[in-house]
């Protein structure tokens, strides 16, 4: 997990963003909690946030609705989204010693999800986690978050804080890349909203079942591949089923 160079389309999608999030908890739209039955004693389903989900499907359905509060923006958004997607497969693939466009042959990022998450203030932060610790099922995702911090990762046995850089881009390596994806989590606040957008990457929707492993070209005697072949379904179903256990889904596919 590391930042990116600093994006301004990602600020002005994250603004956008707090708008839509708090318009929807506010009319209690599907997918959302209401603010009295929020927090209990317990860990929360999804952590007691708010999660729209935007994917590729539903940005061409948005074209059909002219008076979608962000549809201008999310679309615009997403186009940057997708151009940085090209160069950071290019710059992935020639820092691995392929050729440039060998992640973009295999397709294996060529489907977008965007997230937009919001957190809502919790009167007992200590009793629950706005997200709970897990490591991403995507190839690649990058994240934009506000101010208000809270993001950490799981480095040498500890949490360490990820402090915000104003308007700069997270990446973060997913699992079906099969490298050491880094596990985080979300503190919840007592005091304060907290919005971030993540967008994730995955293979194209042609290719849901196509088996990926580990790259041929970078395999030897000395350093043989450490997990079998997996497709994104295959992947994504042991992921749902494995979820609550709070382990590694990866290391169910160690070789």
Same mark, same amino acid.
């Given at each position: 997990?590391?930042?990116?160079?600093?994006?301004?389309?990602?600020?002005?999608?994250?603004? *956008?963003?707090?708008?839509?999030?708090?318009?929807?908890?506010? &009319?209690?739209?599907?997918?959302?909690?209401?603010?009295?039955?929020?927090?209990?004693?317990?860990?929360?389903?999804?952590?007691?946030?708010?999660?729209?989900?935007?994917s590729r499907m539903v940005l061409w359905?948005?074209?059909?609705?002219?008076?979608?509060?962000?549809?201008?923006?999310?679309?615009?958004?997403?186009?940057?989204?997708?151009k940085l997607r090209d160069v950071l497969?290019?710059?992935?693939?020639? &820092?691995?010693?392929?050729?440039?466009?060998?992640? &973009? *042959?295999?397709?294996?990022?060529?489907?977008?999800?965007?997230?937009?998450?919001?957190?809502?203030?919790?009167?007992e932060p200590n009793l629950t986690l706005?997200?709970?610790?897990?490591?991403?099922?995507?190839?690649?995702?990058?994240?934009?978050?506000?101010?208000?911090?809270?993001?950490?990762?799981?480095?040498?046995?500890?949490?360490?804080?990820?402090?915000?850089?104003?308007?700069?881009?997270?990446?973060?390596?997913?699992?079906?890349?099969?490298?050491?994806?880094?596990?985080?989590?979300?503190?919840?606040?007592?005091?304060?909203?907290?919005?971030?957008?993540?967008?994730?990457?995955?293979?194209?929707?042609?290719?849901?079942?196509?088996?990926?492993?580990?790259?041929?070209?970078?395999?030897?005697?000395?350093?043989?591949?450490?997990? *079998?072949?997996?497709?994104?379904?295959?992947?994504?179903?042991?992921?749902?089923?494995?979820? *609550?256990?709070?382990?590694?889904?990866? &290391?169910?596919?160690?070789?």
């Open positions: 997990m590391g930042y990116l160079k600093p994006l301004d389309a990602s600020m002005s999608n994250l603004k *956008r963003t707090r708008c839509i999030c708090i318009l929807q908890m506010d &009319a209690k739209a599907s997918g959302s909690i209401p603010s009295t039955e929020l927090f209990r004693k317990t860990t929360l389903p999804l952590g007691g946030m708010l999660w729209v989900s935007i359905t948005l074209k059909l609705y002219p008076s979608f509060a962000v549809r201008k923006e999310v679309s615009e958004y997403m186009k940057h989204m997708i497969s290019e710059l992935l693939s020639e &820092a691995l010693g392929l050729s440039s466009d060998h992640l &973009a *042959r295999i397709e294996c990022m060529e489907s977008e999800h965007l997230s937009c998450l919001y957190y809502p203030p919790c009167p706005g997200l709970l610790k897990h490591s991403d099922t995507t190839f690649f995702t990058t994240v934009v978050q506000d101010d208000k911090g809270g993001l950490q990762v799981f480095h040498q046995d500890q949490w360490v804080n990820v402090l915000p850089v104003p308007g700069a881009l997270l990446a973060n390596i997913g699992d079906l890349m099969q490298f050491k994806s880094a596990e985080h989590r979300v503190l919840a606040r007592c005091v304060g909203s907290r919005v971030s957008t993540a967008c994730c990457f995955f293979p194209s929707s042609s290719h849901l079942f196509k088996p990926y492993g580990p790259i041929k070209e970078l395999l030897s005697e000395t350093n043989p591949p450490l997990y *079998r072949e997996v497709s994104n379904m295959e992947y994504t179903t042991a992921y749902q089923k494995n979820v *609550r256990h709070r382990t590694s889904t990866l &290391a169910l596919f160690k070789l």
